[in-house]
């Protein structure tokens, strides 16, 4: 629930002599994309999988470590970028929509109930709100079809 995206442009203002308002340069935009999960279990299995599927996206908030031989084995940092899909609004069915976990937000509502059984003591319901930042596969332009609707293999 509670999709919004937010579409940022930057601009820079520069002052030039005799003028009496900034010229405005057009640098970048960002886009980003939050929503929130409700998720609830009602059954054992499905805490199991609730958790472990939380377990999975809080992963994607960190580096894989990767050996690298050209570094004498030393390790290194892979970035945790991720692919979206959400129906035909972010991404399709041939591309889905690339970009990175900007931030997670879990909150465990007061009147959640929790799960009882030793070694199981948690709450059966969590709220998620996440942060998607959008990383564009081509640098979008005036022409890009940004929704999964229409999205084609160029501006993906």
């Known amino acids: ?21 900034p010229v405005w340069i057009y640098e970048r935009a ?11 279990a009602q059954t054992a299995s499905e805490l199991d999988m609730i958790y472990g599927k939380l377990n999975k996206l809080t992963s994607l908030c960190y580096p894989e470590y990767k050996s690298d031989g050209s570094l004498g084995g030393k390790r290194r940092m892979k970035s945790p970028y991720v692919a979206l899909r959400m129906g035909e609004l972010y991404g ?6 690339t970009g ?3 931030s997670i937000n879990y909150i465990v509502p007061e009147t959640a109930t929790w799960e009882y059984k030793k070694g199981k003591r948690v709450p059966k319901l969590i709220t998620s709100t996440i942060n ?6 081509m640098p979008p332009d005036f022409a890009t079809s940004f929704y999964g609707k229409g999205m084609d293999i160029g501006h993906a």
């Not at 998607?132 to 596969?137: E, F, S």
């Open 1 to 21: 629930e509670g999709i919004t995206e937010n579409v940022s442009p930057t601009w820079t203002s520069e002052n030039y002599i005799g003028r009496s308002e």
């Open 30 to 40: 960002e886009r980003d994309v939050s929503f929130t999960l409700k998720l609830f």
């Open 92 to 97: 399709n069915a041939d591309f889905d929509q």
């Open 100 to 102: 990175f976990i900007k």
């Open 132 to 137: 998607y930042q959008i990383v564009h596969r």
